[in-house]
């Protein structure tokens, strides 16, 4: 069933574990991501982006998607539907509409009194509905960029005025390919989960070692963001597939060739990084 994510990430959080935000990009990156967990007895947070939204033909399509899939596929676990870096108020409000069950509003490049007004205003249209909010402190940027890092004080003051369910600082992790070594502050995760009492997200999961992700989880991190590590390994087997089969032109087969290694990262990245289940 789609849920909110409030309750699996406050339990996350009293057993010191994390549940994972896997990205979807199509039908059949859902279908996969669906089919794993539900075979694991996982909870699973489905992460879209803005543009996937768009290329997937917008928040109703979507939506349409996952349930009709969870329908078909009988499956029985939680399932989070969220909205990846909201960029505005009227992207989340149209997520909400059409039936996301979460949303991340992320303001994080406006002043801190920008990013409060915005993501108060939507978190008070998400309470309407009992849909759960995300918001963002400090920008985390892409890999061509140096990695930043939150201001413990503002994020205080940013949790308690926003009301909020779930924080994502910035602490050191970017998004996409690493190009340099992860720099994870795993002081200013702790301090920062101490002081708001909020589940925290580390976004650009992809790269950061299985020990440093692990360390952070201790520190307060309870919801991890993973979308490239499987858009590595869904490719990696498509064009294995096409340099061995160049005569094949069936979509149906070039795009499931990435099934197997998506899944069994998948399979992996559960296995690692959530002790509890």
């Known amino acids: 069933m789609l849920v909110n994510m409030i309750d699996l990430l406050n339990e996350a959080k ?6 994972l935000q896997l990205n979807i990009n199509n039908l059949e990156w859902t279908k ?3 089919e794993t967990c539900n075979e694991l007895n996982y909870p699973i947070i489905l992460g879209v982006s803005e543009s996937t939204v768009k290329y997937m033909g917008g928040y109703n399509t979507v939506v349409n ?16 539907l969220h909205l990846d870096h909201g960029s505005s108020y009227e992207s989340c409000k149209d997520a909400i509409d059409a039936g996301f069950t979460s949303v991340m509003i992320d303001g994080s490049r406006l002043s801190l009194d920008e990013n409060i007004s915005v993501t108060s205003k939507v978190v008070e249209y998400a309470q309407k509905y009992k849909v759960s909010v995300e918001g963002e402190v400090g920008a985390i940027l892409n890999n061509e960029t140096k990695p930043t890092y939150a201001s413990v004080d503002d994020c205080l ?7 909020i369910d779930a924080l994502a600082p910035a602490v050191g992790s970017v998004h996409g390919l690493y190009k340099n070594k992860p720099n994870l502050n795993y002081d200013i995760i702790k301090e920062i989960s101490e002081k708001t009492g909020l589940p925290l997200v580390l976004h650009g999961g992809t790269g950061i070692p299985d020990e440093d992700i692990k360390h ?12 490239t590590l499987l858009q590595v390994e869904w490719s990696k087997g498509v064009r294995e597939y096409i340099n061995s089969n ?16 998506m899944t069994k990262k998948i399979k992996e990245i559960i296995s690692i990084y959530n002790k509890n289940r």
Request: aromatic share 4%; glycine share 6%; proline share 5%.
């Open 246 to 261: 160049p005569e094949v032109y069936d979509p149906r087969k070039i795009i499931s060739s990435g099934k197997d290694k």
């Open 157 to 163: 003051i940013f949790s308690t005025s926003t009301g």
């Open 65 to 80: 998607v996952v349930v009709g899939l969870m329908i078909d596929l009988k499956i029985k676990i939680p399932v989070v």
């Open 14 to 19: 009293v057993k010191k574990d994390a549940i």
């Open 216 to 227: 952070a989880v201790e520190c307060g991190i309870t919801k991890i963001n993973i979308n």
């Open 32 to 34: 996969y991501i669906l």
